[in-house]
């Protein structure tokens, strides 16, 4: 799929994830936070943009993804909308519910979905947890909520892990985490994320499941795989997990023109007579 000529195409919806796993087609997510982004992503032929609470980092600069708001999310996630919906319309796009706006109650839990999906034009929504956001998952898809799940390295609980190394090595632990994804497909759950966990853990997940898995740095037996845009562009210097491939160096190109800008302004070349009136 590449660039349409600006034509609508139809949408992917989750009833077109299960069709993708049932056919063996790959399912491309990426993050996205902004409108320019968000466009490039659609007209690129992206099956899902995530609007990721990673935003929390790679946007506003924050140390872990829990201080972000609903209403943060809601901004970035109206922004990548319009973008989606200025090309083809086709990806879906997924909300992160930020740290705090499910896990005190499923009334809350459902009240802030809710204000979610009415404030946006998303297509839903993706909760971290297993067994203890199960009754939570099951209501608000019974109100017709899509949800999707995400297991393994779940950045909301980063304080309670102490580190962002691979999870669910041990037995006891895999164990917990087959459960918990069985758990999230039987509550109504239409997808699951699987972050940083062994990929033959991932890939016995995924055959054990009838709803996809996307797996970031859990190997590439998923029916999908998800990366943070900022990460895949090299959009910085500093951050190189083994399970990021860098498809580009933005980090130097950026940096290369605005030095390039700075120099040409300094030495009074910009603008040209061709570029005044
Ligand atoms: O917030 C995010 O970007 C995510 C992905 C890493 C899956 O949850």
């Known amino acids: 799929m590449g660039n349409n000529g600006g034509k609508k195409l139809p949408h992917v919806t989750t009833r077109r994830l299960l069709e993708m796993k049932a056919q063996g087609e790959k399912i491309a ?13 659609d007209r690129s032929g992206i099956d899902v943009i995530l609007v990721g609470d990673s935003a929390s980092n790679v946007f506003s600069g924050h140390d872990t993804t829990l201080p972000i708001t609903i209403e943060e999310m809601i901004y970035h996630t109206k922004a990548v909308v319009r973008g989606v919906q200025a090309e083809s319309s086709r990806a879906m796009v997924v909300i992160d519910m930020p740290f705090m706006s499910y896990q005190l109650s499923s009334e809350e839990a459902l009240r802030n979905a809710g204000k979610i999906m009415k404030d946006n034009e998303c297509d839903a929504v ?20 899509p949800v999707m799940g995400h297991l393994g390295l779940t950045p909301q609980s980063i304080y309670k892990f102490g580190s962002y190394k691979v ?13 918990d994804a069985a758990l999230l497909e039987k509550a109504g759950a239409f997808a699951v994320v699987l972050e940083k966990i062994p990929a033959d853990l991932a890939a016995e997940v995924t055959r054990s499941l009838s709803i996809p898995t996307i797996g970031i740095g859990a190997g590439n037996v998923c029916d999908g795989q998800v990366l943070v845009i900022n990460d895949m562009l090299g959009l910085n210097t500093e951050f190189h997990p083994r399970f990021v491939r860098r498809y580009a160096e933005l980090y130097s190109v950026v940096k290369d023109a605005v030095s390039l800008y700075v120099d040409d302004v300094k030495k009074g070349t910009f603008p040209s007579e061709d570029e005044s009136y």
């Open 29 to 41: 997510m990426l993050t996205a936070y902004d409108y320019t982004t968000a466009r490039i992503l």
């Open 126 to 145: 993706k909760m971290e947890g297993g067994k203890v956001i199960v009754d939570t998952v099951k209501r608000i898809t019974d109100v017709g909520i």
């Open 167 to 179: 999870r669910a090595r041990e037995e006891k632990e895999a164990e917990e985490l087959l459960r």
